[in-house]
């Protein structure tokens, strides 16, 4: 069974500029996270969908991230513009539906400069 | 809201030593606990899991875990780590009534093993 996959997987870009990441859950999961881990911390979750509803995203910075999930099946997240702050691993996870183990993947490492 | 704590930032043990984690929580009810390992520039990993049962959790790679609602407590352990064990250790908690949603994670433990 393949993984999570994301890509890219290192992005360098200067502030106030714009990035995108990319996100292929595990197919059949309906469940899709986004996560940021900044250096020296755990992961915090950013969004959460269902399908390609939203259920949780309380802890996105609405005014500069935005993510979707058109399709209920991959998924992006959008930093525009970016700060030096947001330099961190943006992870994804899927799990089979709410609730149940999440499947993390290798993570996008951002240099913001 | 509840939260995460691991004590310890940096932890050395000897090859073939017996290994702790600590992991305190702070939940409001039965929590939902897990232990993640994460390894450079990889994703995490589920070592194991905690919903109910049995406070003793056996997880893969020879850890365990044990839940201590009185201490607020999900102590990882190992009797015996190897090289490959190096690595960071995140334990976390699911939200109120979401399972394994919503997981709140403390900054890790690094996992420094000599030979």
């Known amino acids: 069974e393949a993984g999570v996959a994301q890509s890219p997987r290192y992005k360098i870009i200067e502030k106030r500029q714009s990035v995108a990441f990319w996100c292929n859950p595990i197919?059949?999961?309906?469940?899709l996270y986004w996560y940021q881990q900044i250096l020296g911390q755990g992961p915090k979750l950013l969004i959460q969908?269902?399908?390609?509803?939203?259920?949780?995203d309380s802890q996105l910075p609405k005014d500069r991230f935005s993510a979707e999930r058109l399709k209920g099946v991959d998924s992006t997240l959008k930093i525009q513009p970016a700060k030096l702050e947001d330099s961190a691993v943006y992870l994804c996870?899927?799990?089979?539906?709410?609730?149940?183990?999440?499947?993390f993947g290798p993570g996008t490492r951002l240099t913001v400069t | 809201a509840q939260s995460v704590t691991q004590p310890d930032i940096h932890i050395t043990v000897s090859e073939g030593a017996s290994l702790e984690l600590r992991c305190n929580y702070s939940?409001?009810?039965?929590?939902?606990l897990f232990w993640y390992v994460q390894s450079p520039g990889q994703g995490l990993q589920l070592l194991l899991k905690?919903?109910?049962?049995?406070?003793l959790v056996q997880g893969i790679k020879g850890f365990e875990a044990e839940f201590k609602r009185s201490q607020s407590s999900f102590n990882l352990r190992k009797p015996s780590v190897h090289w490959s064990d190096a690595a960071e250790y995140f334990c976390?908690?699911?939200?109120?009534?979401?399972?394994?949603?919503?997981?709140?994670f403390g900054k890790g433990t690094h996992l420094i093993i000599q030979p």
């Open positions: 197919s059949g999961h309906a469940t």
């Open positions: 976390a908690v699911g939200k109120p009534g979401g399972g394994a949603d919503g997981l709140t």
């Open positions: 939940y409001g009810a039965t929590p939902y």
């Open positions: 905690y919903f109910s049962g049995d406070t």
């Open positions: 996870a899927s799990s089979a539906t709410q609730g149940t183990e999440q499947y």
């Open positions: 969908f269902q399908n390609n509803g939203v259920v949780d």
